[in-house]
């Protein structure tokens, strides 16, 4: 309060304020000490909070290999984008028309052009991430806790829970704007409905961030945020903690008839055919993309009739450079896990994930076959083929790029 504020007071409010600020002696004082007084704390306490805020702004930030000032304001930039987009989809001024059968409202706002929030609508939320208060962010996780915790709705078959999904998708973000800065190309070829099967090329040595990376990229850049719901293989739904949260955020169990089911329901399956050989490779062998199996996912895209989109990703095979694997370990692995079918672990050098800068391209979409049903050699042959685009779309991309970070 200034100077001439505190002279316009009455005494009594003077005192008010002194016994406020426990200014000693106050009770002997007369008006124009206590106005003396109350400036001079006044000044103190400008004082103390422009230093504290000059020692707070001074603080440089963690300076991180290729991380820029310029890298933080673009994120900031790219999250502030992606929030517009998504509160479009959203009316805040219509509340859900679902109420429990205690009689509770829901309370959460609806989908535009329904009368059902998504977690209450028509399996709507299960293909499209809508976010649920039409933001992502810390803010609205009491909501969803609210949800989450009275259980007001249900899963899918696959065990997605849209509230646990978004939650995770708000804190990958943070790796995906902020530490990975990651760039994508060709978005305009992920169908906005309908099936289809994203093959990409695999690494990451310690965790599948490919998988996450390429989710989020659907879930951050189409023009409607759509659920890539990616396959993993046994030791991702074998862990206790982790095959719990794999399966609530949309990932699925690496089988034919999981998969089949996903694109019968017109949903994009996400799959990294070279398996457990591509994830584990050496760091002289990145981004050599290796066989892509029998060609069981070209198959099962001619069996549902949709299109394959080949995904070139650059970042994940060098996030845990490896510098050898080991048999050893894997079949300790093994051991402990018996229905794992890992043949080696990659021992990588850093167990914290380098900054690489990530560009991930998405390539036209390759037509399914339409003759059923196709012949092995077929199968191997388009395999063939989309290995063939994955690989000279990743040496063009690493021979633009001008540093990893």
Partial sequence: MKRTDLEALTKAELMTLARG????????????ELVDALAEEAAEDTK???????VVEGISPIVLPGISPEDRAQAKARREALTNRLAAFVNPSIHCSWTSCEGHPCGLPVIVGTDRCGLHGEGIIEDKAIPLTGQLGFGSWPTLWRHLSLVTYDIDSFGLDPVV????????????????????????????????VLVANHGGAALPYDAAMLALSVLNEAPEPRRVRVIGTEIFNMLPIVSHLYRKVGAAYATRDDARELLRRGHLLGVFPEGERGFMKPVWEAYRVGRLGR?????????????????AIIGSEEVHPTVMVSKRLARLVRFFFPDQRVEQIAVALNPIPLPIRWRIRFLPPVEPLHHAPPDALELLERSEDIRQSIQTALDDMLSTRKTAF
Avoid: C, Q
Avoid at 21 to 32: D, W, Y
Avoid at 48 to 54: E, F, Q, V
Avoid at 295 to 311: K, L, N, R, Y
């Fill in 21 to 32: 600020a426990e200014i000693p002696g106050r009770s002997t004082m007369n008006k124009g």
């Fill in 48 to 54: 103390a909070h422009t230093t504290i805020s000059t």
């Fill in 165 to 196: 999904a978004e939650m995770a998708w708000h804190v990958l973000n943070g790796m995906y704007y902020d530490y990975f800065r990651v760039e994508v190309d060709g978005i305009e070829h992920i169908p906005m409905e309908g099936g289809a």
């Fill in 295 to 311: 060609g069981g996912f070209a198959e099962i895209a001619s069996d549902a009739g949709v299109p394959i989109i080949p995904v």
